[in-house]
């Protein structure tokens, strides 16, 4: 895959495993526990994420996603424990603004993805499983079986009838970071570190 095909919309090839190498994405962090440098070199996977602070209606989510693909596409990153990527700084700021609305800031990474695996997915398959697991109080805004929902995430299915939603990378091998900024969400604005 060039640094074309990932940066292209219409090009995008979801649900399908990739070699990837000398492609250029980005990363963002809300909290870091550990702040990146320009030009330092990283490896995923990591140790395991900690989706304790989530509700447990997305705990249950992840659980049964995590499930799936040990069961159908082991080779593929897992979500606990690859680096979350998006194409583009567009792709960066809609996920921001979808899964973020408070006043914080972010640390945004452009990240160069040296060697390794990397899937695109439609994170909006997650959200929708998880709203099938949440409370009653929460409205649905689709009408898919749970099972549909997880199979949907990993085949790299549309979410919306009209393309992909929300896009997200997992990515499993060596990279560098090439800078690091900082971004306001409240003035959707980056400032240069």
Not at 113 to 141: C, F, R, S
Request: charged share 30%; net charge neutral.
């Amino acid at each position: 895959m060039s640094q074309a095909d990932c940066n292209n919309k219409p090009k995008l090839n979801m649900g399908v495993l990739n070699d990837v190498s000398g492609v250029i994405v980005y990363h963002v962090v809300r909290i870091p526990k550990r702040q990146y440098e320009v030009n330092e070199p990283f490896e995923f996977p990591i140790s395991e994420r900690d989706f304790s602070s989530a509700p447990s209606y997305k705990q249950e989510a992840e659980n049964l996603l995590e499930q799936a693909r040990l069961n159908e596409f082991p080779e593929y990153p897992s979500r606990k424990d690859c680096l979350f990527v998006a194409r583009n700084r567009e792709d960066m700021d809609a996920w921001i603004h979808y899964k973020y609305r408070d006043d914080c800031d972010f640390v945004l990474y452009k990240i160069l993805l040296e060697k390794g695996k990397l899937i695109w997915l439609d994170t909006e398959w997650y959200e929708g499983a998880a709203e099938l697991l949440a409370p009653d109080n929460i409205v649905l805004t689709h009408n898919k079986t749970l099972p549909e929902c997880i199979s949907n995430y990993w085949n790299g299915v549309p979410y919306r009838k009209n393309g992909y939603g929300l896009i997200e990378g997992l990515f499993y091998g060596t990279a560098k970071i090439l800078s690091k900024d900082k971004y306001q969400i409240r003035n959707r604005k980056i400032i240069k570190a």
